[in-house]
C-alpha cells in the first residue's frame, strides 16, 4: 500500500514539473535559438584546414638477405640511425628552416611572432609510422600552398645516399657493455685464483688432494707406522740372526788360503750413498712447481749421514791398526771368507735399513701428532676450501658464458655495421596541392551546438518551473495546502498576441524552423 502511495507521489510531482516546463516553453525555445544561431554562426566563420602529406621508407637491406642470415639477425637495428634521423626532423633548426623558406616568412616580423610560430608550427607536424618501415609527414594548415610548402621542405632534409655515419646499434652497445663484463669477471677469477692458491699453499698438510684427504692422510701414516714397526721388529730378528750366524763362523773358522779382497765397508759406504742418492732424486709437487721430498734435515737422511759418518770413522781406525795385528792368521783367513763377507755385507744392509725404519718412523709419528693437533679445525678448512673452489667455478663459468656471449655480439654487430651503410630513405609519394579541406567538422561541430541549445533550453525550463511554482487545479492546491477549495475564479487575458503566444501549433513551427536550418546547415557544410 505504502509502495502505491509512493508512485502516485512520485507520478504527481512529475507531472507538476511537465506543466510548469510547458508553461516556460517560449523561454526554452527563444534560449534554444540564441545558442544555436551563435554557435553556427561561428562554426560558419571557422577557417578551412587544409592537409598535405608524403609518404617516405626506410629500406632495410635485411629485407632482400634474411634468408641467407642466422636466425639471431633478426633482432639487429640497421635501421637505428635513420629512425633517430626521422625523429628528429621537427627539432627547432628545422622547423625554423621551414619559416624561412616558405611564405610562412612573411607571417612573422620578430623574434615573438617566431616562437609564436615554432610552437604552432610545432602542433601543426606530425612525423608517425604508418607501417613497418613506412613514415608519413604530415601538416595541417589553413593555407594549402603552405601546407604543401613545408612537407616538400622537410621531405628534402631527408638523405638520398647516405642516412647517416653509423654509431652502432644494439648489437655494437651489447658488445661494449659485455666486454666490461668479461673484464670483470676476469679480474674476479684472477683474484679467485690467487686467494684459493694461497689457502692451499698455507695449508697444504690438511687439505684433500687428488690422493684424499685429511683422514685419508691420517690413516696413511697410522698403516705406515703399523707397517715401519712390523718390520723394524723383522729387521731386529734378523740382525740378531746375522750376529749369531757371524760368531758361529768365526769359532768354527779354520785358516783358508788367504786371498786378496776388497774392503767391506767401502762397499757399505757405496750402498748407503746410493741410497742418499735415491731418497734425493725423489720429488713432488705443490702449486705446479718441483720440491724435493727429502732434504737433509729429514730424519731418515741424517741417520745414513750418521751410519755413513760410522763406518768411514770404522775404516779409519782399521787401517791405522797395526800391519802385525791385521795380519794374524785368523783375521786374514776369516776376512777371506766368502760366507763371512756375504754375511757381513747383509747384516750391513739390514743395519741400513733398520736405521731407515726407524727414522721413518720418526716422521710418521712426528706427522701424525701434527695432523692429530689440527683435527679440530679441518672441517672449517674444508669448508671454506670448498667455498672457495666453488666461487671460483662459479666466476669461471659466468666468464666463459659472458665470453661467448661478447663474442657473439661482436659477429652480430660487424654484420650490423656493413649492413647499416645500405639503408636509404626512399620517398614513396611527394606532397600534393590539397583541393579540398579536410576540417574543420562543421557538421559534428554544428550537431553539438543543437544538442547544447537543447539541454540549455530544457534545463531553463525545469529551473523555471521550480523557482516559480504554480497550482493548475484545485486539487493540486488541496493536497499541498491539505485545506478544502471552495470554487476556483478562471483568468481571462484580453492581451494582444495571447492567441499565438497561447498556440501549439505556432510552438511546433518554431521547433520546426530550427530543424530545418540544422539541415540547411548540414547540407551546405562542405561547401563552407
Not at 747384516?347 to 741400513?352: Q, R
Amino acid at each position: 500500500m505504502q509502495q502505491d502511495i509512493a508512485l502516485r507521489d512520485l507520478y504527481y510531482q512529475v507531472i507538476i514539473y511537465l506543466g510548469g516546463m510547458w508553461r516556460h516553453r517560449w523561454q526554452a525555445v527563444l534560449l534554444a535559438w540564441f545558442i544555436c544561431l551563435a554557435g553556427w554562426v561561428s562554426v560558419a566563420m571557422m577557417e578551412d584546414q587544409y592537409v598535405s602529406q608524403a609518404r617516405v621508407k626506410i629500406e632495410d637491406p635485411r629485407e632482400n638477405i634474411k634468408d641467407f642470415l642466422a636466425k639471431d639477425s633478426g633482432v639487429m637495428d640497421v635501421t637505428r640511425e635513420a629512425r633517430k634521423f626521422l625523429n628528429g626532423l621537427l627539432s627547432r633548426n628545422n622547423l625554423l628552416g621551414a619559416i624561412s623558406k616558405t611564405d610562412l616568412a612573411f607571417s612573422v616580423n620578430n623574434d615573438r611572432e617566431t616562437e609564436e610560430m615554432l610552437n604552432t608550427l610545432r602542433a601543426q607536424l606530425s612525423v608517425a609510422a604508418s607501417g613497418a618501415s613506412t613514415y608519413t609527414i604530415k601538416h595541417r594548415h589553413s593555407n594549402p600552398q603552405i601546407t604543401q610548402q613545408v612537407v616538400a621542405y622537410l621531405v628534402d632534409l631527408l638523405p638520398r645516399d647516405k642516412v647517416n655515419e653509423f654509431l652502432g646499434g644494439q648489437a655494437q652497445a651489447a658488445k661494449k657493455f659485455l666486454q666490461t663484463q668479461v673484464e670483470e669477471y676476469e679480474s674476479k677469477v684472477s683474484k679467485a685464483e690467487q686467494e684459493l692458491r694461497a689457502f692451499k699453499k698455507k695449508h697444504v698438510m690438511i687439505l684433500p688432494d687428488n690422493q684424499g684427504g685429511y683422514y685419508e692422510r691420517l690413516q696413511k701414516f697410522s698403516k705406515q707406522q703399523e707397517e715401519d714397526q712390523a718390520l723394524k721388529v723383522a729387521l731386529e730378528k734378523r740382525q740378531e740372526e746375522m750376529e749369531r750366524q757371524l760368531q758361529d763362523l768365526k769359532k768354527k773358522q779354520v785358516a783358508p788360503k788367504k786371498v786378496e779382497v776388497e774392503d767391506p765397508i767401502d762397499e757399505r759406504v757405496v750402498a748407503l750413498n746410493a741410497k742418499l742418492d735415491k731418497l734425493f732424486s725423489q720429488y713432488y709437487l705443490m702449486g705446479g712447481e718441483k720440491r724435493p721430498l727429502y732434504t737433509e734435515s729429514h730424519a731418515e737422511v741424517i741417520a745414513i749421514r750418521k751410519a755413513i759418518a760410522r763406518f768411514e770413522k770404522q775404516r779409519e781406525e782399521e787401517r791405522s791398526k797395526s800391519y802385525d795385528e791385521v795380519s794374524e792368521s785368523d783375521n786374514w783367513e776369516l776376512e777371506a771368507n766368502p760366507v763371512f763377507r756375504k754375511l757381513k755385507m747383509e747384516a750391513s744392509a739390514i743395519d741400513i735399513e733398520l736405521a731407515s725404519v726407524t727414522a721413518r718412523q720418526a716422521t710418521t709419528k712426528q706427522q701424525i701428532k701434527k695432523l692429530k693437533e689440527l683435527e679440530d679445525v679441518i672441517p672449517a678448512m674444508e669448508n671454506k676450501l670448498f667455498r672457495l673452489q666453488g666461487y671460483l667455478d662459479q666466476k669461471k663459468n659466468k666468464m666463459l658464458k659472458m665470453l661467448n656471449k661478447e663474442t657473439q655480439a661482436t659477429e652480430t654487430a660487424e654484420i650490423e655495421a656493413r649492413l647499416s651503410q645500405f639503408v636509404r630513405f626512399r620517398v614513396l609519394s611527394r606532397p600534393a596541392l590539397p583541393r579540398r579541406p579536410v576540417g574543420p567538422r562543421r557538421t559534428l561541430f554544428s550537431t553539438i551546438v543543437l544538442v547544447g541549445a537543447v539541454l540549455a533550453s530544457v534545463t531553463l525550463a525545469l529551473f523555471l518551473a521550480i523557482v516559480r511554482p504554480v497550482f493548475d487545479s484545485p486539487g493540486s492546491l488541496k493536497r499541498v495546502l491539505g485545506l478544502p477549495v471552495l470554487g476556483m475564479v478562471s483568468m481571462v487575458d484580453e492581451g494582444f498576441g495571447q492567441n499565438w503566444f497561447r498556440s501549439t501549433l505556432f510552438f511546433i513551427f518554431s521547433v520546426a524552423s530550427l530543424l530545418v536550418v540544422y539541415a540547411a546547415l548540414v547540407f551546405l557544410a562542405p561547401s563552407f
